[in-house]
């Protein structure tokens, strides 16, 4: 059997380096949920995967309501489609308020008071209003509920969020707003736990995988015992490689295992991407080097540059009125065919900003 290639296959299964989607919910639906508290960078990660996208394109799909941005799988904001949106919070939302309990505590949220800000924000935002933070701290200051200046309001509203009441509404301006989720989203069959947990399972393995159970256990939110009982019902249905002491699990329609992309390319990944966000594990896609530097934390803490599936170096924007000037920072050495590449890449984010591109930082 050939070696299982889990950076580049990954990279096909991700649709980084296979045929790109058409619309930004289709990217949505096929990664189940996207790591969105960089609203911006998080845009940039569906148009990597879409047909000629712009980023006005992406703004006005969020504006619509095609794709929607909540509290969901871990206490982060999630992009996630209108359809998935209820089930993903049944499932998650648990172990996302398990987590924040001591910041409940600290902050004095006991139930009764989450009960009245659920019931002010409710009764604000009923009829279609879309209001903002400020609004929402007004409205909570109005019936009587202490906001101050701290984390307060953030962890108020995050549990109106994975209590399924509000959601995302649309921009207004730059400014985010927050809309009542069974007002912004029509109502959809529920699904059992079970059911929820097997279908989030097998989708994660199809859009991500070669992936682990800790990896899914990781990038779900979920505990090892329910990655191991998702693989216990959907595991006949995937295929599996045992790798450097790792059992590997990915779908079993996938492209042929030593696939790689018929050209060789670059990425420009913006900081949370599902390429390094996905994952527990990503000694398949940085060198211990690398790794080291940016992962020690057990989190991406810069966008990465990206080529033939290994990360090489980072990168960072600067952006003006009708111009952008990116800048990389090279990790290791790279050849001139790999910076012609690179050089491809941020000439395609400029495209996806519709500005022109000026690229510093090309090695000599």
């Given amino acids: 059997m050939a070696s299982l290639d889990i950076a580049h296959q990954r990279l096909i299964n991700q649709r980084l380096a296979a045929s790109p989607f058409e619309k930004p919910v289709e990217v949505v639906d096929w990664l189940v949920a996207v790591q969105s508290q960089d609203y911006f960078g998080a845009k940039w990660a569906l148009g990597l995967r879409l047909q000629d996208a712009h980023d006005a394109d992406l703004d006005r799909a969020f504006n619509e309501g095609a794709i929607l941005r909540t509290h969901v799988l871990r206490p982060?904001?999630?992009f996630v489609t209108p359809i998935d949106i209820r089930w993903l919070l049944a499932l998650t939302a648990p172990r996302v308020l398990a987590a924040?309990?001591?910041?409940?505590?600290?902050?004095?949220?006991?139930?009764?008071?989450?009960?009245?800000?659920?019931?002010?924000?409710?009764?604000?935002?009923?009829?279609?209003?879309?209001?903002?933070?400020?609004?929402?701290?007004?409205?909570?200051?109005?019936?009587?509920?202490?906001?101050?200046?701290?984390?307060?309001?953030?962890?108020?509203?995050?549990?109106?969020?994975?209590?399924?009441?509000?959601?995302?509404?649309?921009?207004?301006?730059?400014?985010?707003?927050?809309?009542?989720?069974?007002?912004?989203?029509?109502?959809?069959?529920?699904?059992?736990?079970?059911e929820s947990l097997a279908t989030l399972t097998q989708r994660y393995f199809t859009s991500h995988g070669p992936a682990t159970a800790q990896d899914f256990a990781k990038w779900s939110g979920l505990t090892s015992a329910d990655a191991k009982r998702g693989l216990e019902m959907v595991g006949t249905q995937l295929q599996h490689e045992t790798l450097v002491g790792a059992e590997y699990w990915f779908s079993s329609s996938a492209t042929p295992i030593n696939a790689k992309p018929a050209t060789p390319k670059a990425f420009l990944l913006s900081v949370y991407d599902e390429y390094i966000i996905g994952y527990h594990d990503r000694?398949?896609?940085?060198?211990?080097?690398?790794?080291?530097?940016?992962?020690?934390?057990?989190?991406?803490?810069?966008?990465?540059?990206?080529?033939?599936?290994q990360i090489v170096g980072t990168w960072r924007r600067t952006l003006?009125?009708?111009?952008?000037?990116?800048?990389?920072?090279?990790?290791?050495?790279?050849?001139?065919?790999?910076?012609?590449?690179?050089?491809?890449?941020?000439?395609?984010?400029?495209?996806f900003l519709e500005k022109s591109v000026t690229l510093i930082g090309e090695q000599s």
């Fill in 76 to 78: 982060t904001w999630h």
């Fill in 100 to 194: 924040n309990a001591a910041m409940y505590r600290k902050l004095e949220l006991d139930a009764a008071t989450l009960k009245r800000s659920l019931k002010a924000l409710a009764k604000a935002l009923r009829g279609g209003q879309h209001l903002t933070r400020d609004e929402l701290r007004a409205t909570l200051e109005q019936a009587g509920l202490a906001v101050g200046t701290g984390q307060r309001l953030a962890y108020m509203v995050m549990a109106a969020e994975l209590d399924g009441l509000i959601c995302s509404g649309p921009r207004r301006g730059k400014q985010f707003t927050y809309a009542l989720l069974e007002e912004r989203v029509p109502s959809v069959a529920t699904l059992q736990r079970d």
């Fill in 283 to 309: 000694r398949m896609i940085a060198a211990p080097d690398i790794a080291t530097k940016l992962f020690t934390m057990g989190n991406a803490l810069t966008a990465v540059v990206v080529v033939d599936g």
């Fill in 320 to 351: 003006q009125k009708n111009a952008a000037v990116v800048e990389i920072d090279y990790l290791t050495r790279v050849t001139k065919a790999q910076q012609r590449m690179v050089a491809t890449a941020a000439q395609r984010y400029g495209e």
